[in-house]
């Protein structure tokens, strides 16, 4: 099943799996506490997005005017600390849970890894291979067109030559 559905499956399940959340947490400390948990924490998260969002928010902003999409990280404290608040706003003990957890540098670098990991195997064209090669300024130079069509031919001539000695 591709990413896109079960991000779609995961969206219509999370209301029913945060209200038996609620539920349980009802029955173990009672309703008033769980309803006072439950405000408290989404006012935690405004709190935290008005304290750190615009900061946030600025270096979040920088970051995508210097780097563009690619400044959207899960790793990076910006991202993670918009998200974790955003998450906090939320009502419902299971956002709550992930939101305090994207505050945990630890936590933030293994989600990031496991959702790049789920979204690189989701991409066809990136199975077996590293889809980004970084190289600095002085790592590579343009090469002209009589170059590029000569470095082609003597690709497969020695294609050839495997060929024929096989």
Not at 1 to 6: C, G, I, Q
Not at 123 to 131: A, C, E, I, L, S
Not at 148 to 165: F, H, L, N
């Amino acid at each position: 099943m591709s990413m896109l559905k079960w991000a779609l499956i995961g969206l219509l399940a999370l209301p029913a799996a945060e209200l038996a959340g609620f539920l349980l947490v009802a029955i173990l400390i009672g309703w008033l506490w769980a309803t006072v948990a439950l405000v408290s924490t989404s006012a935690l998260g405004i709190a935290l997005l008005r304290h750190r969002g615009r900061h946030a928010l600025g270096r979040l902003m920088e970051a995508l005017r210097n780097d563009g999409i690619a400044a959207l990280r899960l790793d990076s404290p910006a991202v993670a600390s918009l998200l974790g608040a955003a998450l906090l706003v939320l009502p419902g003990f299971i956002t709550d849970v992930v939101g305090g957890a994207l505050f945990v540098p630890t936590f933030r670098k293994w989600a990031a890894r496991r959702l790049g990991n789920v979204t690189s195997a989701a991409r066809p064209g990136n199975r077996g291979r590293d889809p980004v090669i970084d190289l600095e300024p002085g790592e590579w130079r343009r090469i002209g067109d009589h170059q590029r069509d000569k470095a082609e031919r003597a690709r497969r001539g020695s294609k050839r030559e495997k060929k024929s000695v096989a």
